[in-house]
């Protein structure tokens, strides 16, 4: 009888309380909007699953091998997070090898002045990052730097670069705060456009910006060597994702090594992705995220992304008063990367005013600097709070 | 090698990540300069870096434009001899026709 009540304890069905039931209902959601909705299914999709099954009790399947005193005692989660991110953090940066393979930076070289773009849109991250800081004037003990910084990074709306941080600086909110970014990145069409709107008028939003030139093979090869060299000159932190970044995009403009190409963009890129988003998943356990610190996060994430978008436009705004040629300022919206989802809603906002305006080209621009920029804000984050 | 040295907050308090506002009033002070640097080191940085990669893009264009627009004026002058000496073989050709024909009509009037 005593073996029965043993087994019956050692069952999850007699351990789940109501926290961990909320927590499945969260991971059945975010599978049903991937599936259903399509929303950013790539991420969204892994980690639901994730959340699944880290909430069903004693599974063990995230015990880190710092927890567990050894790998042998560990879960496959908790290995992939303490290897994969938290200890050598080599996802991220895989993750970024694959991005490069698949980025183009044409639209950047051919308008150089939508880096500008890219630039402003950054404030978002500063502004989350002392929003973050500002709380602890309410409430004492709130957020340290390095959570500050974690959290304000995901106003730069690049999932791989928040996670790369977070794991460095605060792998304890790294869960929450790669899950907010995604989730608001998979929101974009939803955040963005009422901003869009409300920042802009009509005759601006039909602004119908030059052709760009062509921009040759041999300038997209230079370029971003060129970018390298200079970035981790200057920060040589953000040395990880931005090498992988532009050891892929050599890769696929050299032309001369298509397998790897491939290799990055899709096989590297999709082990990379599964690996990142189940494990990322499996860090939202009901005890760590059923806490204020959450929400709060949730609202300045938010936050970032709000003024990551309205600094954006104003400062596309800003630069027409000096412009011959002006600049859509839907296009600004576009700097805080969430690539492509960011530009495709510039094109389209710009669609709906004038059907013949096609933005897309031009917002892919702001959209590519983006990421380099929240990258090196990461790098810098990184140099002076790690 | 040559190293910069500064009294950063973070040599007053410890490790700045482990910092947190409210916690005591010498802590918050430095955690407040320690935010403030890093804001203006941060968004300075990524400004500047950003700045310069637009300089080097708009140099590059530059560049790429006048070599296209050298070769094309090159390709271009190297078509206006082509032609010229289409020209000349065209008017040789026709020259020789007409003293042929000449030939061929003085001929006939014999």
């Known amino acids: ?386 | 090698m040559m190293e910069l040295h500064f009294d950063s907050p973070s040599l007053v308090a410890g490790n700045p990540n482990n910092l947190k506002f409210g916690s005591n009033g010498a802590i918050s002070e430095a955690l407040i300069n320690q935010s403030l640097i890093t804001t203006a080191i941060g968004a300075g940085t990524t400004v500047c870096l950003l700045i310069i990669l637009m300089i080097v893009s708009f140099l590059m264009g530059w560049v790429s434009t006048t070599f296209t627009s050298l070769t094309s004026k090159t390709s271009q002058d190297d078509e206006s001899d082509k032609a010229d000496e289409n020209r000349a073989r065209a008017a040789v050709v026709v020259a020789s026709i007409l003293k042929s024909s000449k030939e061929y009509d003085r001929g006939n009037s014999n």
């Open chain 1, 1 to 386: 009888m005593s073996e029965l009540v043993d087994f019956l304890n050692s069952t999850g069905l007699l351990n789940i309380d109501w926290r961990d039931a909320i927590m499945l209902a969260v991971g059945l959601v975010l599978v049903f909007l991937a599936i259903t909705k399509q929303w950013e299914p790539y991420e969204l999709l892994p980690i639901g699953l994730g959340i699944l099954i880290v909430n069903l009790p004693l599974t063990g399947i995230a015990i880190s091998p710092s927890e567990s005193g050894g790998t042998q005692g560990a879960g496959i989660f908790g290995v992939i997070f303490h290897y994969g991110l938290s200890f050598w953090n080599i996802l991220p940066p895989v993750i970024f090898l694959g991005i490069g393979a698949l980025t183009d930076f044409g639209p950047l070289i051919s308008n150089p002045k939508t880096l500008l773009l890219g630039a402003a849109a950054q404030i978002g991250i500063f502004v989350a990052f002392w929003g973050a800081l500002g709380l602890n004037f309410f409430a004492a003990d709130t957020f340290s730097l390095g959570e500050a910084a974690s959290i304000g990074i995901i106003g730069g709306a690049d999932g791989p670069t928040t996670i790369f941080l977070s794991a460095n600086l605060a792998p304890d909110i790294l869960g929450i705060t790669a899950v907010i970014a995604y989730t608001y990145m998979a929101a974009v069409p939803f955040i963005q456009p009422p901003i869009m709107k409300l920042l802009t008028t009509k005759k601006e939003r039909s602004i119908v910006m030059k052709p760009v030139r062509e921009v040759s093979k041999t300038e997209k090869m230079i370029f971003p060597i060129i970018a390298l060299i200079i970035i981790l000159l200057v920060v040589p932190r953000a040395a990880p994702l931005i090498s992988m970044l532009v050891v892929g995009n050599i890769f696929k403009e050299s032309g001369v090594v298509p397998r790897l190409t491939s290799a990055a963009s899709n096989e590297l890129l999709n082990i990379a992705t599964i690996l990142l988003m189940l494990t990322v998943g499996t860090q939202l356990q009901a005890d760590l995220v059923f806490r204020l610190e959450t929400v709060l996060i949730l609202v300045l994430g938010l936050v970032a992304f709000a003024a990551g978008t309205t600094g954006g436009i104003l400062f596309a705004k800003f630069m027409n008063l000096f412009l011959k040629d002006k600049i859509n300022p839907l296009i600004g919206s576009a700097g805080v990367s969430a690539v492509p989802m960011a530009a495709r809603i510039s094109h389209h906002m710009g669609q709906q005013e004038n059907p013949n305006n096609f933005l897309l080209h031009h917002a892919l621009g702001p959209n590519v600097a983006g990421v380099i920029g929240s990258a090196v804000v990461a790098g810098v984050f990184l140099s002076l709070i790690g």
